[in-house]
Structure formats: C-alpha cells, structure tokens
C-alpha cells in the first residue's frame, strides 16, 4: 500500500485512553497485603477418626487439614476442644473462638391432631 496522508493511530490510542468512557483501571498495588486481612483458619466439619474425634479446618493456602484438640494450627494457634458438634481454638493473636457445627433450630408449631375416622364394621 502506498503511504498516504492517513490518521497517526499510535497518536490516536494514546487520546482515546486519556478520554475513555470508563474510569481508569487501578494501579497495582506494591505493596503485600498486611497480615490482618489474611483470614484465618475455619472449621468447616467435625469427623471422627481413629485418633478420636477430629475438626476439619479450611486454611487459605494450605486447603484442608483435619486436626483433633492439642493440634497446633498452621499459621499459629491451636485447637483447644473437639466435639461432636463444637469446636474450640486460639487463634494466631491468642484469642479464644468457638463454633458450632451443624446446629439449626427450627421452632415448629404443634400440628392439630388428625381427625378421627369413622371406620364401619
């Protein structure tokens, strides 16, 4: 193609980012994200094993991991107390969390009782 008068697209782009229609996308960030928005470890079940019963914990960055009450948490803590439908542990400040598993209550109202049928003999 012969070159020709025709538009300078490198000058063209460059105006169109400083005026596109949709705000500026954020600049990346340097710096690592500080250590207190790293959530910590949750329970996510309770299961028993041969070690007795054991809580399964969801950690970011290290999956899933089943630990029983003495075992120390992967990012600092420890768990403290398993039951069947609890658990307890420190977490990496020291302090002391608690959850219940698996526990909804439903209130539900009495049912009238069933009407009486009128059997023939």
Known sequence: MPAG??????????RWEARAPWPKAPEPSKSAAPEED?????PVGVTRS???T???FSVPG???????AGDALPGGGNVTHVSGLSVEWTDAKGELQRREMFNTYKVQEEAPPA???RRRR
């Open 5 to 14: 008068n025709g538009p300078d697209f490198e000058k063209l782009d460059a």
């Open 38 to 42: 790293v959530p910590g470890p949750v």
């Open 50 to 52: 041969k070690r007795g």
């Open 54 to 56: 054991v809580a399964i």
């Open 62 to 68: 290290a999956g899933k991991v089943a630990l029983g």
């Open 115 to 117: 009407p009486k049928s």
